[in-house]
């Protein structure tokens, strides 16, 4: 079926391609997925791509975040699990924060395969691939386990598959209800150390629910209190994988990337004229472009009429990462050049990427304050530019990790070797990140 279908990236050239060995294992790997059922479904990416345009108009937020680089030996129900409980934590604050509907979407179920500033590295007098994200190759510092390994693709599928039906199984059933998510939250502020800032808001939540159950309503009873919708989202670096999920629909004769609910194009790999933004150019996904500090106000016209070539709500999120430090001399100029041009977007803060640097310890970190500081900008920069700030991207975990600093634990630098245990970039922690949270959604009310 997929041969109906012009191919046209082939012809492009691709950033960061990867220089599989074996040639004859990669087709083969290819044709097995080709053959494989997709992992997601037109209709789910139609009913996404309708809540984006939602959130593009300010009436929903989206919230999207998990690991940097999903690893496979953590493909286990207690991480997966704790990511989807930190993310569903925040989306409640976020909610009442924003008073609109949020949406969850997950860096996570494909998260495999990382852009590197360096392809290669070398390591004792030996120059190996780096690291390119478990779809690819594994971490060790040999050059045996840097070989790019088709089989992997075929991994990265399965467990792909194995963490979305999870997510599915909890989000659906029960895991999610409005009551066990506003009890953890009350835990986090009851048994946190750094919880008690938040117990004000906290407390409203909890009344806005008693008010509602007073009413008459009664949560247990209504899927919107007891179920999510929950998306899931990665970079889709790897063409070869990706297209050989594209699927065509039926009902509507469109062509679908069916890998993940959420893909996005890199800030290393959105050429205008490569291999990455043709690919999506020619499908029919809600899809996403990372935009960091070197994008200039033309070139930002002509990749979104490429990629939104029918100008429609939902179909085009913009996530800008350009640093704390940057966000104000780079923000302003592109806002004003996608409004003058009336191009329809929804903009979203990643606060992560722009805000990396090595500590004195050697660790690749990011600072609390940092992260906080570029999203204050982004909505200063919205509202003076009325537009729509539509959502917040973050790297994080469920876990207790010591990625980055500062936060109310007061993360330092010779805590970093306590729990660093990122594959790639750090993550906020589950308290980190909740704070985060409830630290938007205070400024969100108050506007
Ligand atoms: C990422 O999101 O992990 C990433 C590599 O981001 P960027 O493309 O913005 O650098
Ligand atoms: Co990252």
Not at 155 to 181: C, D, H, M
Not at 182 to 189: D, G, I
Not at 294 to 300: F, Q, S
């Amino acid at each position: 079926m997929t041969s109906a279908r012009p191919a046209t990236w082939r012809d492009r050239p691709m950033a960061q391609g990867i220089p599989w060995p074996d040639l004859e294992a990669y087709e083969a790997a290819l044709e097995t997925l080709r053959s494989s059922p997709p992992l997601v479904v037109p209709l789910e990416l139609r009913a996404l791509k309708t809540q984006l345009a939602a959130a593009a108009r300010g009436e929903a937020f989206l919230l999207q975040g998990g690991d940097c680089a999903e690893e496979f030996i953590r493909i286990r129900p207690d991480h997966i699990q704790d990511t989807l409980k930190v993310l569903l934590q925040m989306a409640v604050v976020l909610t009442y924060g924003s008073a609109r509907p949020v949406i969850k979407v997950g860096r996570i179920a494909g998260q495999y395969a990382k852009p590197r500033s360096s392809l290669t590295e070398v390591i004792d007098g030996v120059e190996m691939s780096s690291y390119r994200g478990d779809a690819v190759n594994r971490p060790e510092p040999i050059a045996e386990a840097r070989r790019p390994d088709p089989q992997r693709l075929l991994n990265a599928y399965q467990k792909a598959a194995q963490t979305l039906n999870l997510i599915r199984a909890l989000t659906k059933g029960g895991f999610a209800s409005i009551e066990r998510v506003h009890a953890w939250n009350r835990e986090f502020v009851i048994d946190s150390p750094v919880g008690e800032s938040y117990a004000e808001l906290e407390r409203q939540i909890h009344g806005a629910l008693g008010f509602m159950r007073a009413c008459g309503v009664d949560t247990s009873r209504l899927p919107a209190f007891q179920q999510v919708d929950f998306y899931t989202s990665h970079e889709a670096l790897i063409l070869g994988y990706e297209d050989a999920l594209v699927r065509q629909d039926p009902e509507t004769g469109g062509w679908y990337a069916c890998s993940g609910h959420l893909l996005w194009i890199g800030d290393r790999t959105r050429q205008l004229d490569g291999a990455h933004v043709e690919f999506f150019s020619k499908l029919d996904n809600p899809v996403a472009m990372k935009v960091g500090p070197t994008m200039k106000p033309n070139e930002l016209n002509r990749l979104i009429d490429k990629l939104n070539p029918k100008n429609e709500y939902g179909r085009l999120t913009l996530i800008t990462r350009f640093g704390a430090d940057k966000i104000v001399r780079h923000m302003p100029r592109l806002v004003r050049a996608v409004t003058r041009a009336g191009q329809r977007v929804l903009w979203c803060c990643d606060p992560m990427h722009g805000n990396t640097f090595k500590s004195e310890s050697g660790h690749k970190t990011r600072h609390f304050h940092h992260i906080l500081a570029e999203i204050k900008r982004f909505f200063d920069v919205h509202r003076a530019e009325k537009t729509v700030p539509g959502g917040l991207h973050f790297e994080l975990t469920g876990g207790d990790v010591t990625e980055c600093l500062g936060g109310g634990q007061e993360i330092e630098d010779w805590n970093l070797a306590e729990r660093y245990l990122t594959a790639c970039d750090p993550r906020l922690n589950a308290q980190q990140a909740l704070e985060v949270a409830f630290l938007v959604a205070e400024a969100l009310k108050v506007r």
